[in-house]
C-alpha cells in the first residue's frame, strides 16, 4: 500500500542564540527556607525563585532578585508547585546537576528560565554528573534560554539535558527552548558512539506502568560539540514486529523490555545542530513526530550514523530541513541526510533540502517482520555522495516522486560516487516516479523491487522506466544552492522538457519546495521546483465498464499501488480510454495487474483517436497473466507502427472475472 499522505505546513519561529561567558560559580549549601508566594512569568499561580551564584545565599527566601539562592544543591531540595517559576541570574555559572522536583499543570507549567541581561546562565557539569539537568518523572516543565556543558576533555559518556520516565504512565507538557547545549564528553574515535549519551536526550525505561511523553516540544536549541548524539529520544516500551531489544551501549537488560507504547506528539523544530559525534536528530519510539525547521550540519563524525533517522515510530513527517556534511563512512554504511529506520511507518519526508553529505540523501532499512515504508517527495539533493538512495532490508513501501537530484561529476566531486540507487537484502515496492535526476558522475541504478516511471534523466544511464524522459532540463542555476533559502536555481526555464511532463499524483501536498503552489487542473512539472502551471492537462482516465472499487484515476497516477475495479459483473465488451490532453506519438500499450488470473484483461482491441474517429491499431490482441496474486505484473502490447495520438483505448473483449469483476493497476503508454 502507499504510505498515507499527509501535510503539515507551519511558519517558522526565529531564534536568538547567545553563547554565555563563564563566571564563578560556588558550591555552598544550606538548609531549606520558606518562600513567599507572587506572581508567576507564567501568569498563573505561583511562585518565582531567583539563583545568583555570586551575590546569592541558601538561606535566604529566593524568593526577589534581591534574596536569590546560590547552588544547585538548594534548589534541588525543593519541591516546585504548579505555576512556579525558577529564574537564574545572567552572565554567571553554577556548575553540579540541577534535578529538581514536582510537577506543574497544563494551565500552570513549571518554567526554568533566567534574569537579567547578558549572556546565558550556564549549567556546567564539569564530567562530574551522568547529565547536568536531569528532569526526572516530571510533568509539565519548561526549559528555556540557558546554557548547558558536560565536559573537560575526558572519555566518559556525558549528557546535557536529560528527561527520563519510568513506570508513571503518559508524561505531558515538556518543553525545551532556547537553550545552547555542547561540550558533551565521550569517545571521540571512529566507530564509537553511544545512544545513550546526547546534547538533549529524552528516555523511557522500566515495564510495569506504559510509560511515555506527550506533546513534548524541542524548538530553537542550538546542540554542538557533542561526542555521541545532537538530539535523541528512546524508550524500552518498544517491542513490536520482531524487534525486542535497544542498542547493547545502552546495558539495559532483556527482562525490562515492553509492549510498543510510543511517545506521541513530539515536535522538534527549528534547532540548529552541528558538529556532532554520532546522530544529529533521532526519535525512537514515537508516533505522529514533526521534525522541521531544523539544520543539521557535519554530524556523524566519529560514527557511520546519519543526520536525521528514526525508528519505532509511526507517521513521522520530516520537512524544511537542511541537512550537510555527513561523513562518508564506507559503502553500505549509513551517513546519510535522512533514514527511515526499524519498524517506521508511514513516513513523509518533504521539502528538505540535503548536500555535501557523503553518505547519500536517504537509506531506508528495518529489522524483524517490520517494513520501512515512506513518501518522499518535492526535497532536493546537491552534491550528496556514496548512493543517494539506498534501500536495505525490509523496505516496504517507498514512493518517491517530485524530487530534483544534482550530482556533480565524479572528477569534481569531493565525496566518492557509486550509484544514484543502490539496493541491499530485496527491498520492495520502491517507486520512482517525476523526478528529476542530473547525473553528471554517469552514476548507475539499481533496479531489484524498483519501478522506474516517468522521471526526467539528464546525464548518464537510463535505467527501465515506462515512461523515460529525457530531453534538457534547462534549471535556471543547478548546483549553486547555499543554503534551504536559496534554492530558486533549480526552477525549470523555458523549453525544459520538465515543464508539463509529469504525472498527476493525488494527495501530493499541493505546493512546491519553495512554495509554489502545484496545479490541479493540468499537469506538474517534473522535479522539486515548479516553473508555473502546466499548460496541458494531465491524463484523464475514464471507463464503460463502471467502478466497484477504487478510482478509474488510479490508472494514470503512475503509481503500481492503486488499482481500479470494474462494476460487478463486469458488463464485456467495455472500454477504457485514456485522454493524455495533448498530442503524442504512441508506439505501445502496457498493462499492469495484479491477480490478473482472477481479473485481468485477455483479449482487447487497441484504438487510437485521430481527432475525429476511433482507429483500431491491435485487434484481439491476446493478454496471458501467470500468478493470482498481489505481485503487479506487466504486459506490452506493441503498435504495428508508431502513431501520433492524443486519446488511447482498450476495448475488452474478454477477461478473467473469477469475482465477477475485472481490473487494472496502471495504463501506460509509451
Not at 576533555?153 to 504512565?169: F, Q
Not at 516500551?237 to 520482531?242: A, K, N, S
Not at 525547521?293 to 563524525?301: D, F, I, L
Request: charged residues 15%; aromatic residues 8%.
Amino acid at each position: 500500500m502507499t504510505p498515507t499522505r499527509r501535510t503539515f505546513l507551519t511558519t517558522a519561529f526565529g531564534a536568538t542564540l547567545a553563547l554565555a561567558a563563564p563566571g564563578t560559580a560556588s558550591a555552598a549549601t544550606s538548609p531549606a527556607a520558606q518562600a513567599t508566594p507572587t506572581a508567576s512569568a507564567t501568569g498563573g499561580t505561583g511562585t518565582t525563585y531567583y539563583v545568583d551564584s555570586q551575590s546569592g545565599n541558601d538561606t535566604a527566601d529566593g524568593t526577589t532578585p534581591t534574596t536569590p539562592w546560590r547552588t544547585l544543591p538548594r534548589v534541588n531540595q525543593h519541591t516546585f508547585q504548579p505555576g512556579d517559576t525558577l529564574r537564574f541570574a545572567t552572565n554567571r555559572t553554577w556548575t553540579g546537576q540541577l534535578a529538581p522536583k514536582g510537577s506543574g499543570t497544563a494551565a500552570a507549567p513549571v518554567t526554568v528560565t533566567s534574569y537579567g541581561t547578558g549572556t546565558k546562565p550556564l549549567l556546567a557539569g564539569n564530567a562530574a554528573v551522568p547529565s547536568t539537568v536531569l528532569l526526572e518523572n516530571l510533568k509539565h516543565w519548561t526549559l528555556d534560554g540557558l546554557e548547558v556543558t558536560n565536559g573537560t576533555g575526558g572519555t566518559s559518556w556525558r549528557t546535557g539535558v536529560e528527561v527520563r520516565a519510568k513506570d508513571i504512565g503518559p508524561v505531558p507538557g515538556i518543553v525545551l527552548r532556547n537553550l545552547y547545549v555542547h561540550g558533551m564528553d565521550g569517545i571521540a574515535q571512529v566507530g564509537k558512539g553511544n545512544i545513550g549519551s546526547a546534547g538533549i536526550l529524552v528516555n523511557v525505561r522500566g515495564n510495569t506502568t506504559p510509560t511515555y511523553f506527550t506533546g513534548m516540544l524541542i524548538e530553537n536549541n542550538e546542540i554542538a560539540d557533542t561526542k555521541a548524539y545532537g538530539i535523541t529520544t528512546w524508550s524500552t516500551w518498544m517491542r513490536r514486529e520482531g524487534w525486542n531489544e535497544l542498542w547493547g551501549e545502552l546495558g539495559i537488560p532483556t527482562t525490562e523490555y515492553g509492549t510498543f507504547t510510543p511517545s506521541t506528539g513530539l515536535v522538534i523544530r527549528n534547532n540548529y545542530v552541528h558538529d556532532v559525534g554520532s546522530g544529529g536528530i533521532n526519535p525512537n519510539q514515537v508516533a505522529d513526530t514533526l521534525i522541521e525547521y531544523n539544520t543539521v550540519a557535519r554530524p556523524t563524525s566519529t560514527t557511520t550514523n546519519v543526520g536525521i533517522w528514526w525508528s519505532g515510530a509511526d507517521r513521522t513527517t520530516v520537512q524544511f530541513n537542511e541537512v550537510y556534511g555527513t561523513r562518508f563512512g564506507g559503502r553500505g554504511l549509513d551517513c546519510t541526510a535522512f533514514d527511515a529506520d526499524a519498524s517506521s511507518h508511514d513516513s513523509l519526508i518533504q521539502y528538505n533540502y540535503s548536500h555535501d553529505n557523503g553518505g547519500g540523501f536517504f537509506i531506508s532499512v528495518s529489522l524483524g517482520t517490520a517494513p520501512a515504508s515512506a513518501v518522499i517527495r518535492y526535497n532536493i539533493s546537491q552534491h550528496d555522495g556514496n548512493e543517494i538512495f539506498t534501500f536495505s532490508t525490509n523496505t516496504d513501501g517507498v514512493d518517491i516522486y517530485n524530487n530534483t537530484i544534482y550530482v556533480a561529476p565524479t572528477s569534481t566531486s569531493a565525496r566518492p560516487l557509486y550509484k544514484i540507487a543502490q539496493v541491499y537484502h530485496n527491498p520492495k515496492n520502491v517507486t520512482f516516479r517525476n523526478n528529476l535526476i542530473v547525473n553528471q558522475a554517469k552514476l548507475a541504478y539499481d533496479t531489484a523491487g524498483i519501478t522506474y516511471r516517468n522521471n526526467l534523466y539528464a546525464g548518464g544511464p537510463v535505467p527501465p522506466d515506462t515512461a523515460a524522459l529525457t530531453g534538457a532540463p534547462k534549471l535556471t542555476a543547478p548546483g549553486t544552492a547555499t543554503s534551504r533559502n536559496d534554492l530558486a536555481g533549480y526552477k525549470p526555464l523555458s523549453g525544459s522538457a520538465a515543464i508539463a511532463a509529469g504525472l498527476a499524483i493525488s494527495g501530493n501536498g499541493g505546493r512546491d519546495i519553495l512554495g509554489a503552489a502545484l496545479p490541479t487542473a493540468s499537469a506538474p512539472d517534473i522535479g522539486a521546483v515548479q516553473a508555473a502551471p502546466g499548460s496541458q492537462g494531465a491524463p484523464v482516465a475514464s471507463t464503460t465498464l463502471g467502478t466497484g472499487q477504487g478510482s478509474i484515476a488510479a490508472i494514470v497516477d503512475g503509481s503500481d499501488a492503486t488499482s481500479w475495479g470494474s462494476k460487478d459483473p463486469a458488463v464485456l465488451p467495455g472500454t477504457v480510454t485514456v485522454d493524455l490532453r495533448t498530442a503524442r506519438t504512441v508506439g505501445s500499450v502496457t498493462l499492469a495487474t495484479h491477480f490478473g488470473q482472477g481479473q485481468g484483461f485477455t483479449k482487447v482491441d487497441v484504438q487510437t483517436w485521430d481527432g475525429s474517429t476511433w482507429t483500431t491499431r491491435l485487434t484481439d490482441a491476446a493478454l496471458t497473466w501467470n500468478s493470482n496474486t498481489a505481485t503487479v505484473e506487466r504486459r506490452t502490447l506493441t503498435l504495428p507502427a508508431p502513431v501520433t495520438t492524443s486519446q488511447v483505448r482498450l476495448v475488452v473483449k474478454a477477461a478473467n472475472t473469477q469475482w465477477g469483476n475485472v481490473a487494472l493497476n496502471e495504463l501506460t503508454v509509451a
